[in-house]
């Protein structure tokens, strides 16, 4: 894999040196979007290209969010690293520790005299990437929050209403399972939904230390009583079929599109996908809330991810990001890519222009996300997560969570387990960051 | 005193065995000791700082429960593997030695699975074991099995073994075949004659001559477990579910690609070289003398 990486970065360095004879400076920019959202991603920058003669943004897609941010981090150590790089939000603790290697957004802006008003940015959306002191780190570029998917048809079939509570959730599953569905419920990105995002709308603490925002020695206090009563109760739904776990990430999809559950829990961002999977009527609603502990919901957070300039480039080439991360926050590009993906728009503009466009009233239910996100006022629980290695830290969360579905732990033991191995690749962080 | 040296030294050997040379130091010597480096140090992932410490990276590993148990996991999954691959390909090749019509065609069809790379290998299987559209999964629950691999660890162990295990087949077919036809017809026609029925020669005239085809696929097929056998667990489980399919080099990509724990990725690296080495000898030394060439 290393060749792979020197060889790209070989073959970027290369493309660089032989079009500097033209007067255009060349800004790279590695992302992740494959498929669909990697046409639309090449259609932004050619679009951004054609507004303009000076810069141009050359678009390379390095693979999923993980080999993209190693991609950028070997290209680094190998001193070629792209100028732009789209980096989800788990490694925001890994890219604002690495110090030297990057250029904070707000700062380069400023340094390219661009303009740029942080207020006209979604306060849910930002807050997730600024440092303490308020500092904007990185453009949030493909941001979501997960929301729950139902399928319209079977829900009107077995004569249920879309679920706001838990307690809905599991009458509701037992409704459609008694109608002859397979299953009632799943979910995706169990770590994300479950663990990170339950919290938050819960307004409960994830870890200490603000989440992480305030201090590196922060330790997860995720292993609580009332995540793990919820976390019990999902197992217990397991019996009848109630609740279905169908894999990390995305891999449940096929569950909910194929009509074996009628609900799902996962990123809004799947818009696109069921669109095209599924052969019945579906819409979204908020993420169910567990009554006992809190009155109403307070707001979600984000996922997806942001895109960060890396020092080493020449002045030239970041008066190129900065013209291009204006490009992208215009209210159209934005609206655009909002309503194409079902990613959540980052200015408040691009919101109220795809409201006036009538894009909410002709698909009712797509604005639950900015809805979700902007319920309240952030709070030190529901602002967001700073925890490094937080990589390998929803891995260890996804295993132990695998257990309990699997029978083989209780929910306390397996967020206890989750919550010590977690505190261990905390520390571990914390000493490479000194 | 004679001269110490009776005939004028030339350069041309150490010309000629220069480029192995070279080719060693420069792909194997000198990765190898940038890992035996990079497992002293702790080092975040850009490489901005850098701490040498000595070998706590091992002791982090030792101590680590996780660590530990992916050992028994990579013992049980290798030497799985192994067996159902070999016995597999020598079943078939029995068989393929005796056939006389449409050998060529028979020996090519099994020869195929090896022209498929890994990862393809891996994403056949997930299709066909995907719980939800697959078409296993739907013929399993005829008989009252639910599949779930995504849940179920054992199915998922089982899963990536049948994977890599099909994989193998084909290679494993081609030398035990290729080892069965140079086996001296007079010796199997004397069996014959003596009234040694088929089964009867296999085992005491076949499988003693071809011992040491086997204990060199023993050798190939257990360094292919542990090593080759990641792309297939990479596109079918990723290592889970809760860590069930995680052998000891998934875990060193694990932790050094995704993780960027650059120092514990290296330590375990240089513990499998450990292994690998400490393995080849053994098997060298004491297997092979039990070999009859």
Redesign the interface.
Same mark, same amino acid.
């Given at each position: $894999?290393t060749f792979n990486f020197t060889g790209t970065a070989l073959a970027a360095a290369l493309t660089l040196a032989t079009t500097a004879a033209y007067a255009e400076v060349e800004v790279q920019w590695w992302h992740a979007m494959g498929g669909t959202n990697g046409e639309r991603v090449n259609k932004i920058a050619a679009d951004f290209n054609a507004t303009q003669s000076d810069y141009k943004v050359v678009p390379s897609y390095k693979g999923n969010y993980?080999?993209t $941010?190693?991609a950028a981090?070997a290209a680094? =150590?190998a001193n070629e690293q792209p100028q732009i790089v789209q980096v989800f939000e788990v490694g925001t603790a890994?890219m604002m520790?690495?110090?030297?290697?990057i250029y904070p957004i707000e700062q380069l802006m400023k340094d390219a005299g661009e303009p740029f008003d942080k207020s006209d940015y979604l306060p849910a959306v930002i807050s997730y990437y600024q440092t303490p002191e308020g500092q904007l780190l990185s453009m949030p570029f493909n941001s979501s929050t997960p929301v729950l998917w139902y399928n319209k048809d079977a829900l009107d079939a077995a004569g249920a209403e879309a679920p706001t509570t838990w307690a809905d959730v599991k009458s509701v599953s037992q409704k459609l399972v008694d109608n002859g569905m397979k299953c009632g419920v799943s979910f995706g990105w169990q770590s994300w939904v479950m663990i990170e995002n339950y919290s938050a709308w819960h307004n409960l603490e994830m870890g200490t230390k603000e989440n992480g925002f305030a201090g590196f020695d922060t330790e997860f206090t995720f292993n609580n009583a009332k995540v793990a009563a919820r976390l019990d109760d999902i197992a217990s739904m397991q019996e009848g079929n109630l609740f279905q776990?169908?894999?990390?990430r995305g891999? *449940?999809l096929?569950?909910f599109t194929?009509g074996?559950c009628g609900m799902w829990m996962n990123s809004s961002a799947y818009y696109g996908s069921i669109k095209k999977q599924a052969t019945f009527n579906f819409a979204q609603t908020m993420l169910p809330l567990d009554k006992g502990l809190a009155s109403a919901p307070q707001n979600s957070i984000i996922g997806g991810a942001t895109l960060w300039a890396l020092s080493g480039g020449s002045d030239e080439q970041y008066k190129g990001v900065a013209k291009f991360m204006t490009y992208l926050s215009s209210p159209e590009v934005q609206a655009w890519w909002h309503q194409e993906t079902g990613y959540v728009p980052i200015t408040t503009a691009a919101y109220e222009l795809s409201k006036t466009q009538g894009f909410y009233d002709s698909n009712p239910g797509t604005d639950t996300a900015i809805i979700q996100l902007s319920l309240n006022t952030p709070t030190p629980n529901s602002r967001g997560l700073r925890f490094g290695?937080f990589?390998?830290i929803r891995?260890v969360i996804?295993?132990?969570m695998?257990?309990l579905?699997?029978g *083989?732990k209780n929910a306390t033991q397996a967020l206890d387990d989750a919550a010590s191995?977690g505190n261990t690749l905390l520390r %571990?962080f914390e =000493?490479?960051? %000194? | 005193m004679l001269k110490r040296v009776h005939f004028p030294s030339s350069p041309l050997p150490y010309l000629l065995v220069a480029p192995q040379i070279i080719v060693t130091i420069v792909f194997f010597m000198w990765p190898a000791s940038q890992a035996l480096y990079q497992s002293l140090l702790i080092e975040d992932a850009f490489g901005l700082s850098t701490e040498f410490v000595w070998f706590e990276n091992f002791a982090a590993l030792l101590d680590d429960k996780q660590y530990l148990s992916t050992f028994w996991r990579t013992a049980v999954f290798s030497s799985l593997v192994a067996f159902l691959s070999m016995s597999v390909a020598l079943i078939l090749a029995g068989f393929a030695d005796r056939v006389v019509k449409g050998a060529t065609t028979y020996r090519t069809l099994l020869i195929w699975p090896y022209a498929v790379a890994p990862v393809l290998a891996g994403a056949l299987w997930v299709f066909m074991f995907n719980p939800t559209l697959g078409i296993f999964p739907y013929f399993l629950e005829m008989v009252g099995i639910k599949w779930n691999h995504y849940l179920n660890g054992r199915q998922a162990m089982g899963l990536v073994i049948g994977a890599a295990a099909w994989k193998q087949v084909a290679y494993n077919f081609l030398f035990y075949l290729a080892a069965m036809q140079s086996i001296p017809r007079s010796i199997i026609e004397a069996a014959a004659i003596d009234g040694a029925g088929p089964v009867k020669r296999f085992w005491t005239q076949t499988l003693p001559l071809i011992s040491p085809t086997t204990f060199f696929l023993i050798v190939i097929n257990v360094v292919y477990a542990f090593f080759e056998t990641f792309g297939i667990i990479h596109v079918v489980t990723q290592g889970g579910p809760a860590n069930a399919t995680t052998i000891l080099v998934y875990k060193v990509f694990n932790d050094g690609f995704v993780g960027l724990d650059l120092g514990g990725s290296a330590a375990q690296s240089v513990i499998l070289m450990v292994i690998v080495i400490v393995m080849t000898v053994v098997q060298f030394r004491y297997v092979e003398k039990k070999v009859e060439y």
């Open positions: $894999m993980t080999e $941010m190693t981090i680094f =150590r890994t520790a690495a110090k030297g290697a776990y169908g894999g990390r891999d *449940s096929p569950l194929n074996e290695n990589v390998q891995d996804n295993e132990e695998e257990a579905w699997g *083989s191995r %571990k =000493r490479t960051v %000194k | -």
